[in-house]
């Protein structure tokens, strides 16, 4: 009578009586005998196997899956046979895992119901070596170690691992069904089902957040701040996704870790749709990773048996099918409609949706992505506004006035040795008219503008995190969570430490815990740091070749005496030597990312944190060196080495080191990156993203000689599961990332020099952000939705590169711009205030008795006049000087002003930037007042409930004591 | 018999049962009521009232309380009469309110029992008037309200509510107990008890985390590590303090929230002790915040009541006596024999002792300076090293050596205009011999070292605070006690907001939600700002009226025809120009302080940590100018805003900007700081803290005319509740904190110039821990122990100036110092590479017929020979060159090394903090697996409890069933 615990308890065998018995094929046995093993389910950590009856019950489906198959399929409705669903038609199948079966006899049994199709045992064969290589979706590399060790393992020694670890996750009260005789030859499918108790009981220790009845409404600020809302809302109606959110926006539930004590908190009207799809495969997830084989040598876990071959690959199901008839309206498709669509490259993504379907962490790459690619347009309008600037004031500009003007008769210095010679500098006037569009004025305030803008976009990112934290009630979620995950070891790690304490064991050494220390892994760090250091050196020595190139082609393409030739020579040059780099870049980029992998792999990294981390901080340093070193080359260096006539810097033999333009080496710097941009991201997006999955799909097509017609039948009348086999495994986020972050370099970094790299960024990830979903809903298995409160440690990267790009910035503006030369021409050296005489004041004077014997020009009368003094563009002293050619006072002067301008303009954005960061709070107010306002509504429900049960119980003692 | 949870119930109720019974005084009455309300008492949020019987019971408490008074005290031990307990000698008094009473008949009657005593009256008013001001501990203002208003409400209105306040506290279970006729007159007391229901409820509800049974081993490391800190340990067994911690170090208790429904997990042995003095007045001030007077016009809460003088203060007991016969041992002699005290200015402090004394607020802040103190050490050994290394080589010194070497016949231009004639170079040659002291390449050095020393000191402190939160068991508390902390509206806004209410609906106007809007707070705003503006500019004012005094009184000196007078001019003109910054700086901070708190107060803050941060921010911003305006002045201005000789810069009529001598400015800077830093300490902790309090109660003493015996006598008479009467409140931390920030400042900011800076606030902070401590344990009333997880702005204002301190250190460097023209000259102009030559190159030539009119000297044979030529210190064209007297290309090349140079520095050890800062993890790596140890402990725990439940109830089901 007073028993209050006990009350749930009788309701809680309700329930999963109820459950079971709305699935046809659950006998009457099976629901009594989960009553009687119901008090153990109940215990929390070392629940008891299960009993005997239920496990037998177990194989009984299985045996009744075999014997159903004789029934013809036709007989049930599609959807139930080719749904995830297990035979039965009933029981979902939430986890899926593949191994290779020998025995062909049963394949051919099988392939014959489709008669004469020979091709399809073809296609499956050389597709399963494909899948076979699929690892766990979260790992991507235990495959080699995988194809290590095959061999080593008889089929046998497999199956009976198989079998322990099967009996094992029966233990745990999954439901298992084994389909050996499916469509695709050699592979046999495990499917697993987590009942409603097993559900309850991880959902409990995994501490899900789960929706209460209880439902309050979200009030956004004051009324006014509410009509604007609903204000905005309403005019960009048409870019928001046609995705019905079952609640109104206003309305939220109140999340609670589930508990089955607590379960009349939920709203269990519909208990097959409490927990989706998303949350069911990672709660098996969950008790797969901790489920272990224990009769080998060692303990083999989920990742230790993929990596053993003894599973081939391990996957959750996608909802349904996205196009033909059997595609049911379903998540997967209404992203496929409204998200992973070119058509509405325009609109909002659905991230509610995504996160429902992918989970949290692919959810936050997507808001990340989308935010990035928000914040880029007002910077990309800036940037045109800005390039537009310089094209209007073009025609003003003092300096390529004076330059262009044939008035100023100025000779300059030969750009070779022997093969040029004089030059007029009015020959210049296009490129210092280019040179205008992106070094002016309004250049430094667009980094400055930048500079901050990237300081916005992490505020932004870090208040749309937490407001995305809130609506997916992550609030609570902690470090607990994560440092789970941490312990979590990796396979390659447990059998690298199996083989130490091996060895120990061998030479009588015990140790009790036995673990890879620093000497273990030495050889592997001194590797790491050798290889980083070669490729590193690679990178700088590829640049270095193609300097060699531009100056030598120069130096030929002088010689050449077709005027056509030599007049397109500085196009033909650039053009082609930044072509050149960007194929080395995107070359190395590959090897490099398989190269950082490798490493890793040797390091043996404890965990898979552990794994990630070490890998994306080797890719990142590599990646990076590779994509900025011919832009910092071109920035920072050339032109600088040049040494002055009669004086020049020679390299390898007699190569004298290229120098700029007249006008500066920000064109050819812009040139450079524009190309880079550009170029990667159409290479790498449009190609390898596109391109080639479509040219292996057209392979494949012609390969099986297979017309489109046999395919769809084939493909409707596939099962769910084995549609998903044939997808492409899950390979993480990490490189994603890695493209994004490069592009964020390139977009903040150089910016000054390039204000039109926001607009190409902005274009491009326009199309990322769609091939990415479709990708993920089209080409790639489902991935175990991960939980995520924020995106790690790319935050930080991203935090550190705007760092670094506020001094780079202050850098190109002071060094590779003229800007500062002209400011201190205009306020120190001018007569009048103004420009004019700036160029001739940037020259200085040569005289051509001091050229080194061997180095003057062929043509001395190439002009048609004897040249007795030539210019250069330098600060030096003249030849009539006591110092002659040596660096004059304007030199040090206008360095003296670059490095205040570096000193001035870094403090000052770093203050603005940490000003902004420090104005705008981290967590938006309505989102923190929403957040207190759940915790009372959260104790208010429970002091009500526990208020009644008091009543209850008071009312029945005094029942029981009167 | 399924009853588990009921059976909790009745065991909690046997728990309080006897709790009370061990009361004597308590009768059967009280015990039973209990009983009987006890099921009330269980709900949380909102308990009943207390029954009648048990208010009744409380009158009786008073009642018997006076009729014990007629009881000769000498009957019950003094230590339970003079002890913090209710007249019954046994129930402890938590806490205290006191106010004023005007019946002075009672006062008569009680002070007649010390017969003659007239001057016992006399004291006490004087005390009392000055006690009356003491507000509520944690706030500092209101006392100012309090007079206002004082004169608005009548005695009898105070009385109704006091009355009503103490009804409402009855009502909470709180006991209460009256004393108006205490030693002290015109005063009444009230004591606070809090029964054990109460504690208990109260805990739950504050989820205070109180140490269960289970007590675990701390493990810290492997074996060798923990050796090697047995090790430590053992040498350093001297320098720690003898506290006796009940438990040895290796272990720790597993904590957990209180929870009544959990009693058995927690160690009840003996209740008394349970909760201890600091928690139980935490308690209680926790429920007299709640508690609120519901009659009058708008709801007043404790905070009001104060403010508005209904109640004079309010604040909880001190354990016990220091010193004195009823000195028996307890926490607070313990303390003060163990850490306030001089003579264990070696020892590390007992901080767990105060932690438990005072609170974790309190803890932190004399951890923070323990922390603090301890790194000065290496700071302080390195900076006296430099030091010595600048004494070691000022023979080596080839500069100082060339000055002072009178070969080098250089003729020096005149340091004023008429009075001062031509000088040797060789007379300046004592001060460049003290120059190389802190100008030397060591500098650079210690600069780069303090840098990183900032950085390390930041993530020691980082990684102590997570110790001592690991330790405190705060690693659970969270955001959601700080949220409920600031949700606590301050008295005066309350009293606007009200204010604001009537006047609304006065016009009529109706808003459900009154709150003070940005307009309200407009002028308070702008008198801010003005006034801020105002006092920073009264600040600079005043440094430049320093300045011109230096100047004239230098020019009035240089007049003077006294040899010795000329002789010590410089030094005299020093000296007295830092002597009275320092007193115009120590004088301003006091009347700033004052200022910024006037203006907060203003302002009307919602929140007291609103009003806390917004005062902190204008003192800060305020007493920093004031600090720091001087010394900037002399680091970067001085001696730069000279001009030339012929085209001096004047000021104020003919002033001429004074100049730095020979070798710098940097030895004025140093002598400055030296003087700020050592006569600020000196005069405001010697004099300010330790003179005027002792200068007082001498006062006090001769005034009273009492000799020591008698005070002796009244003292050992005197209550605990009236002794700590007499003691000053408590005024927060944030002026202790402000003191050390700028010295924090003082020592990091410049330390490129003073590199003894360390060693001096190593001296002070000895004496500023002992003496701080001093003042908590004997001259504050106890203050309310706050719960902090961190240091709050306090840490981040920390990291700012360590981040300003680069930067400045940079400049200091590169601009004051003569260190970047001696590397210039060294590596490119020197002829053989050494610093021969270095003081003529920095030296100009100036043609003496260029002087304007006027201003070239009266004595031009004052050398005894004619003078055509004299030099002075800058890089100037030589009056012989084409741009005579213009900057030189040596100028701007030492100024672009310079600028270089502050690049450089700034970047590489901006970068090595962020390293060393990214090295170091934030928690230690043994805490942090503690901390996961614990938390699957904790686990274990319920895990256990929950299943020894379940088979209790499994075996008494089945005795039901069967």
């Not at 495969?281 to 084989?293: D, Q």
């Not at 500079?451 to 979620?477: I, S």
């Amino acid at each position: 009578m007073e028993c209050q615990g006990k009350r749930t308890d009788s309701l809680d065998q309700n329930d999963s009586a109820l459950e079971l018995d709305s699935s046809p094929l659950s006998s009457c046995e099976h629901s009594s005998s989960m009553q009687q093993t119901h008090p153990t389910v109940m215990k929390s950590a070392d629940y008891e196997p299960v009993s005997s009856e239920e496990r037998n019950l177990d194989v009984d489906f299985v045996t009744t899956a075999r014997n159903n198959e004789s029934v013809p399929m036709k007989d049930l409705c599609p959807d139930t046979v080719l749904g995830p669903y297990f035979s039965d038609g009933m029981r979902r199948v939430d986890y899926v895992l593949t191994y290779h079966i020998q025995k062909s006899g049963s394949t051919r049994r099988r392939s014959s119901r489709f008669g004469d199709n020979n091709f399809i045992q073809r296609l499956w064969r050389s597709l399963s070596t494909r899948s076979s290589r699929a690892p766990l979706q979260p790992k991507e590399d235990p495959e080699v170690a995988a194809q290590e060790h095959q061999t080593d393992y008889h089929e046998d020694d497999k199956r009976f691992k198989r079998d322990e670890f099967e009996e094992n996750l029966r233990k745990t009260g999954l439901e298992l069904e084994k389909d050996e005789e499916s469509t695709i030859p050699g592979i046999g499918f495990l499917k697993i089902h987590a009942p409603w108790n097993v559900l309850c009981r991880e959902a409990e220790f995994m501490k899900l957040k789960m929706p209460t009845k209880k439902v309050y409404e979200v009030k956004q600020g004051s009324n006014v701040v509410e009509k604007i809302r609903m204000f905005i809302h309403k005019v960009t109606a048409p870019l928001h996704p046609k995705v019905n959110t079952s609640r109104s926006q206003c309305e939220k539930p109140l999340c609670h870790a589930f508990s089955r004590e607590k379960q009349h908190l939920f709203d269990l009207s519909d208990k097959n749709k409490f927990f989706d799809s998303k949350t069911r495969s990672s709660i098996v997830y969950e008790v797969l990773k901790r489920t272990k084989c224990m009769k080998p040598k060692y303990p083999l876990g989920l990742t230790s048996l993929l990596a053993n071959g003894v599973y081939t690959s391990a996957y959750p199901l996608h909802d349904g099918d996205i196009v033909g008839v059997n595609a049911e309206p379903n998540d997967r498709k209404l992203l496929y409609e409204q998200w992973a669509s070119y058509s509405v490259f325009y609109k909002y993504q659905p991230i509610g949706l995504i996160r429902k379907y992918f989970g949290e962490k692919v959810g936050l790459y997507f808001a990340w992505l989308g935010v990035y690619t928000q914040m880029l347009i007002p910077a990309a309008i800036i940037g045109v506004i800005v390039f537009l600037y310089g094209c209007a004031t073009v025609d003003d500009n003092i300096p390529s006035m004076e330059i262009c003007d044939p008035r100023n008769n100025i000779t300059m210095c030969p750009l070779c040795d022997q093969a040029c010679s004089y030059w007029k500098l009015v020959t210049a006037c296009g490129t210092a008219r280019a040179s205008h569009l992106f070094d002016n004025a309004a250049t430094v305030f667009f980094s400055v503008f930048m500079a901050l803008w990237a300081v916005l976009f992490m505020e932004h990112w870090k208040r749309r995190q937490m407001r995305l934290n809130y609506v997916w009630d992550l609030t609570g979620f902690g470090e607990e969570e994560e440092e789970e995950h941490k312990d979590h070891n990796r396979a390659e790690y447990e059998f690298r430490v199996m083989q130490k304490k091996l060895k120990q064991e061998h030479s009588g050494l015990m140790d009790e815990k036995v673990k890879l220390t620093c000497t273990d892994r030495l050889p592997a760090y001194m590797t790491t740091v050798v290889m980083m250091g070669f490729m590193i050196t690679v990178t700088f020595v590829i640049v270095f070749g193609v300097i060699l190139y531009r100056i030598s082609i120069k130096a030929a393409l002088h010689m050449s005496s077709h005027p056509v030739v030599r007049y397109n020579i500085r196009a033909t040059v650039k053009t082609t030597a930044a072509i050149i780099n960007l194929i080395i870049i995107i070359v190395l980029d590959e090897i490099y990312g398989a190269i950082a992998r490798w490493l890793t792999r040797l390091e043996v990294p404890k965990t898979d944190k552990s794994f990630e981390e070490r890998l994306i901080f080797k890719t990142f340093i590599l990646k990076f060196v590779n994509a900025f070193t011919p832009i910092v080359y071109l920035a920072f260096f050339r032109g600088r080495l040049v040494g002055r006539p009669g004086n020049y810097l020679y390299v390898v033999g007699s190569y004298r080191m290229e120098e700029c333009a007249h006008a500066g080496c920000l064109m050819e710097l812009c040139i450079q990156l524009c190309i880079t941009m550009l170029g990667k991201q159409l290479i790498q997006n449009n190609l390898f993203e596109i391109g080639i999955p479509k040219l292996k799909k057209m392979l494949r097509k012609r390969k099986s000689e297979l017309d489109s017609i046999q395919e769809q039948v084939l493909h409707n009348t596939l099962k769910r599961y084995e549609k998903d086999q044939l997808l492409g495994p899950f390979v993480g986020l990490n490189p994603e990332y890695m493209e994004m972050i490069i592009q964020f370099g390139m977009v903040t970094l150089f910016v000054a020099s390039f204000p039109l790299a926001p607009l190409f960024a902005l274009l491009n990830n326009i199309i990322e952000i769609r091939l990415d979903a479709k990708k993920f809903v089209t080409e790639l298995r489902r991935p175990i939705a991960a939980k995520a409160k924020d995106i790690g440690i790319w935050y930080n990267l991203l935090r550190g590169l705007s760092k670094v790009a506020v001094i780079v910035n202050a850098f190109v503006i002071a060094f590779t711009s003229d800007f500062i030369p002209r400011l201190v021409y205009q306020y120190m050296y001018s007569p009048d205030g103004t420009l004019h005489g700036f160029v001739n004041h940037t020259l200085s004077y040569f005289n051509v008795t001091d050229f080194d014997p061997g180095t003057e020009p062929l043509q001395p009368m190439h002009l048609g006049y004897k040249v007795s003094v030539c210019r250069y563009k330098d600060y030096r002293d003249p030849p009539w000087s006591s110092t002659k050619y040596e660096l004059s006072k304007e030199f040090w002067a206008i360095l003296a002003a670059r490095l205040a301008f570096v000193i001035v303009f870094q403090n000052v954005v770093m203050l603005m930037s940490d000003f902004v960061d420090w104005l705008i709070p981290d967590i938006p107010k309505d989102i923190s007042l929403q957040i207190h306002k759940e915790k009372i509504l959260m104790v208010e429900l429970f002091m009500k409930e526990e208020q009644g049960k008091r009543i209850t119980n008071g009312n029945k003692q005094s029942e029981f004591y009167y």
